[in-house]
């Protein structure tokens, strides 16, 4: 499997939803389904059985994959705290699994500003595992102000290991790490296949070992959707 550039990535969800006609709320169900039970792998691998999981989501398709991780880890019976940096927007699929996610009573805690920033950094050092699904592949520099401030202390976090969403929040999937903050993960779980970013200079202190999750479409399809111009 080739590595994608962020824009075959999207290329790829298109051909899936238009094509395949995979509606792109279940392209995300499967992405989020699968990075929790990753999670719980790198749990179990560290001797973890009941780890506690703290999930750091943006308003986009990341923190969609990530409210879909957390429901699904919370059905586990995982002690999970979702941490929202922004809402997503009204009638995208990420605010339909944020909706779902609320209804299931998923613990989700606001991050409006610095002094709960401050808050959450605090539970974050508690945490076995903290995710970090703030920005995915239509991230475009450079990193608003206060997101840049949620790296940051991310970054400071000590404790927990670390794990990315599809890429760390601030790292390029095109150019890799480009200035600024960007996450510096223990692992990336990407999805379909690892960015072309992963392979430059750098990149591996910010992505830690990286494991590839299933959404759900075959690698024949993924390589039919790439011939598409």
Excluded at 44 to 73: F, M, T
Excluded at 115 to 137: E, N, Q
Excluded at 174 to 190: C, L, P, S, Y
């Amino acid at each position: 499997m080739p590595r994608l550039t962020c824009d075959q990535a999207r290329r790829i969800d298109h051909f899936a939803m238009e094509t395949l006609g995979i509606p792109g709320l279940v392209l995300m169900e499967n992405a989020g389904r699968s990075a929790a039970c990753l999670l719980l792998d790198l749990a179990k691998s560290r001797g973890v059985a009941q780890p506690e999981v703290a999930l750091v989501c943006g308003g986009g398709n990341n923190g969609g994959d990530g409210y879909v991780a957390a429901r699904h880890l919370v059905r586990r019976g995982i002690d999970v705290t979702l941490y929202a940096v922004g809402k997503p927007r009204e009638g995208t699929d990420a605010k339909t699994h944020a909706d779902i996610a609320h209804r299931l009573a998923v613990p989700i805690v606001p991050i409006p500003d610095e002094v709960a920033l401050h808050r959450a950094a605090d539970a974050w050092a508690r945490a076995d595992i903290l995710v970090d699904a703030l920005l995915g592949t239509g991230f475009r520099h450079p990193v608003r102000p206060f997101t840049s401030h949620v790296i940051t202390r991310i970054n400071a976090t000590p404790g927990p290991t670390v794990v990315a969403f599809d890429l760390p929040s601030g790292f390029d999937g095109d150019h890799g790490h480009r200035g600024g903050e960007a996450v510096r993960a223990n692992m990336t779980i990407t999805f379909a296949a690892e960015k072309v970013g992963f392979s430059l200079p750098r990149a591996e202190e910010h992505l830690g070992q990286v494991v590839v999750a299933d959404i759900g479409v075959p690698e024949r399809v993924i390589e039919e959707a790439l011939k598409i111009e």
